[in-house]
């Protein structure tokens, strides 16, 4: 069966695998890393070997096979390039998307070269990699293809400039196939020698990994983040328990040419070896031509946001009335002033403004600043705050009101105006600042925790306005040392607590290349996370149409009141869809619907499978599959296809041409999906002997 040349240029995935750092420790320990790698297998500190992932994501090399149909009996990994991005995070969710790129023909029984690229993110948004990966399938020549273009490869004419060596124990690959290879080739003498190797062999992406150390350990010692680029061919087979030497030529700044050599023959077992390093090309987040304006900006974390946007080039508006810090008194010039002269001093532009923006006068005052110096406004952060603590019970009006007037009446005097001019040119972006006691509560600040749980629904409302503006609206939950957190937080914390940290992630959701709206964020000390507002799952009771009693709702109170598969919900439609729906929504006993009912025995893939013959598919197809089912449920049948029909019968074929032995769950596995094909197969659960092409005829065959 020829390969199958319309693969070429299809999207394969996406597909997503979780990880932990007992997977990345898991792979170190099985290309050779220990205990005087202690950094690559123990989880304080860990670090991942750059190699680790293309073993995360191994299944999706199946997936090139499946589609271009290759002969399995005749694939090997010929060539493997990863590209890095990023650093390999210790865990998370890696998804990958890909395409076979080109399939090229080497000749009538020299078989076919398949190229495979791919790129995988990370759960973090970023992307990690990419590979390219070429598939040596030995049995698919002379399909008339186009031949690979050739490539020259040259090592330098010395000595290597570093030689590491390594000694892969005789059980290496028993510990590297839990990493994700699980192809019976490196385990199963038989299955070995059927693919024409004297024994087992070693995992080339195994003795890739132990390179891929040894590389590190030579260029950018203790810095496997540094890995940019690891590209070689798998040459020779090695077998375990070969020692193994890897030469490392250094030819420029940040690039080596490596090979790796059975120390005991002398045989390249991978060569054409290529090996970049070096600092993350990081792009800049820059401001140069955009306005911003800071409230509250003349100290605390005010100051640093508008020091680090004129510091990326943006022209800022430092607005501070100089209050006290109960917003008290009158207010001064000169905190807005200094944190202006600091601006100009390193050759930014800004210009202060002292209005409060507790009137509506003065937020109109603070944006017709911005655009009369600058011209216009892109990027508001509402900062500015005051505190009046007092226990709810002495908390007089005036509080209240104050509080409620600075930081939510605040908001909304400086942001409708500014909101106006970004909604005419079509941008803007816009950051609220709340605080963990409104998110939470703390005990002496229901004005202020009132205010700032309001800043989120003022958010949450207006990132739907400016949706279609590329108006981003997200909101920030700083913990940092400041005047108005100097008797709340214990002073050992204060040094911990610079606004510095708190500024990037303000920072960034001022910028273009912020794509989140409606979020929150908590940031302090290093440490950043998300915060929601999460909806469980609910349940319905009665009928929809009469009340429930309150006893009822008593009774089921544990579910009501459960988070569990909670949701977030941009906006309140989609809740109110959720509950209109409700009563729509399959019962929870009802089980699975009648189509997705699975087959459960062998004996009932066989009763069924006449009836999901193809006849279309087998014309012209003549062939007997044995099946030796074993387990419990097993059995041996047969299946006669000539002619366009289908015979299935209990019991053995005296002239099989293809004979498949499997255990009776992993075949029922395999017919409802659960176990890919390709995997039981490589993974030895599948056993095929005779000619193995013409298994790949039964998913054509049968539409079970
Ligand atoms: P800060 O007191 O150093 O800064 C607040 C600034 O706002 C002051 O410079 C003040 O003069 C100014 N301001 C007060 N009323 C104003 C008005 N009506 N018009 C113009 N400017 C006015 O305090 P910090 O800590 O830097 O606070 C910044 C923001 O972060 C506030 O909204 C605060 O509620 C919030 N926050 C701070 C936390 C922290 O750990 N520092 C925790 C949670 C929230």
Redesign the pocket.
């Known amino acids: 069966m020829a390969l199958n040349l319309d693969a070429v240029g299809k999207k394969i995935g996406p597909v997503s695998k979780d990880y932990n750092w007992k997977d990345v420790v898991l792979y170190a320990l099985g290309v050779g890393a220990g205990g005087s790698d202690l950094d690559y297998c123990y989880e304080k500190n860990l670090k991942v070997i750059p190699s680790f992932s293309i073993a995360a994501i191994f299944e999706f090399l199946s997936h090139y096979a499946a589609n271009a149909n290759i002969n399995l009996a005749g694939i090997l990994h010929g060539e493997q390039d990863l590209i890095f991005h990023q650093p390999i995070p210790v865990e998370g969710t890696l998804t990958t998307e890909g395409k076979i790129s080109h399939i090229y023909d080497k000749g009538d029984k020299k078989g076919a070269l398949v190229i495979g690229e791919s790129d995988t993110w990370h759960s973090n948004g970023k992307k990690l990699f990419t590979s390219i990966i070429t598939l040596f399938s030995r049995f698919d020549g002379g399909i008339g293809g186009e031949t690979a273009p050739k490539e020259t490869f040259e090592y330098p004419d010395r000595k290597p400039d570093f030689e590491i060596a390594e000694s892969p124990s005789l059980d290496q690959p028993l510990l590297y196939r839990l990493s994700g290879d699980v192809f019976a080739l490196h385990v199963d003498s038989e299955f070995a020698k059927m693919a024409g190797f004297e024994k087992p062999i070693m995992h080339g992406l195994c003795t890739y990994g132990y390179s891929c150390r040894a590389l590190i350990k030579c260029l950018t010692p203790g810095e496997p983040e540094k890995v940019r680029r690891l590209k070689c061919r798998f040459s020779r087979p090695l077998y375990p328990g070969d020692p193994i030497t890897i030469q490392i030529w250094k030819t420029e700044d940040n690039k080596a040419v490596w090979k790796t050599i059975n120390t005991r023959t002398g045989e390249e077992v991978i060569t054409n070896g290529i090996f970049e390093f070096g600092d993350i090309p990081q792009k800049e987040i820059r401001f140069d031509d955009q306005v911003a304006v800071v409230?509250?900006a003349?100290?605390?974390?005010?100051r640093i946001y508008a020091l680090e946007l004129a510091k990326r080039g943006a022209k800022v508006v430092v607005?501070?009335?100089?209050?006290s810090?109960d917003?008290s008194g009158g207010g001064s010039a000169s905190?807005a002033d200094k944190v202006v002269e600091e601006i100009k001093a390193f050759g930014g532009k800004a210009i202060a403004n002292y209005d409060?923006?507790?009137t509506p006068d003065?937020g109109a005052a603070i944006i017709k600043t911005a655009l009369d110096a600058f011209g216009s406004i892109d990027i508001l952060i509402n900062?500015?705050?005051?505190l009046r603590d007092k226990s709810f019970i002495k908390m007089e009006p005036e509080n209240w009101k104050t509080v409620l007037d600075?930081?939510l009446t605040?908001a909304y005097n400086v942001t409708k105006p500014a909101f106006q001019v970004m909604r005419e040119k079509g941008f803007g972006r816009i950051v609220m600042?709340t605080?963990?006691?409104g998110l939470y509560g703390n005990f002496g600040q229901t004005n202020y925790s009132a205010a700032k749980m309001g800043l989120i629904g003022l958010m949450n409302t207006l990132k739907l306005e400016g949706k279609k503006y590329d108006i981003k609206v997200n909101t920030v939950?700083?913990?940092?040392a400041?005047?108005?957190?100097e008797d709340i937080l214990p002073p050992e914390l204060f040094d911990k607590m610079k606004?510095e940290f708190v500024s990037p992630l303000v920072v960034y959701l001022c910028s273009k290349e912020c794509d989140a709206t409606g979020n929150i964020y908590n940031a302090?000390m290093g440490f950043y996370n998300r915060a929601a507002v999460v909806t469980g799952a609910g349940t319905t009771m009665g009928d929809g149409v009469n009340p429930p009693s309150l006893e009822d709702i008593v009774d089921h109170l544990d579910t009501i009141s459960s988070l569990k598969n909670g949701k977030v919900y941009f906006e309140l439609n989609e809740q109110v869809g959720d509950a209109i729906n409700a009563f729509n929504a399959p019962p929870p006993s009802a089980g699975p619907p009648e189509t997705a009912r699975k087959i459960s025995s062998p004996a009932a893939v066989f009763d069924a499978m006449p009836k999901a013959f193809n006849a279309d598919a087998a014309k012209g197809v003549d062939v007997i599959f044995q099946y030796h089912i074993s387990g419990d449920g097993g059995g041996d049948w047969n299946c006669v296809i000539k002619d366009g029909s289908c015979n299935i019968s209990a019991g053995i074929h005296g002239k099989p041409i293809c004979t498949l032995k499997i255990s009776d769950t992993d075949f029922v596995d395999m017919i409802n999906g659960v176990l890919p094909a390709m995997q039981a197969y490589t993974s030895g659960k599948l056993k095929i002997e005779g000619d193995i092409m013409k298994s790949q005829l039964i998913e054509k065959l049968f539409k079970l």
Do not use: M
């Open positions: 409230t509250g003349g100290g605390g974390l005010g607005n501070d009335l100089g209050g810090r917003g905190a409060s923006v507790s003065g900062n500015a705050g005051i600075v930081h605040g600042t605080s963990a006691a939950a700083p913990i940092a400041s005047r108005l957190t606004p302090g």
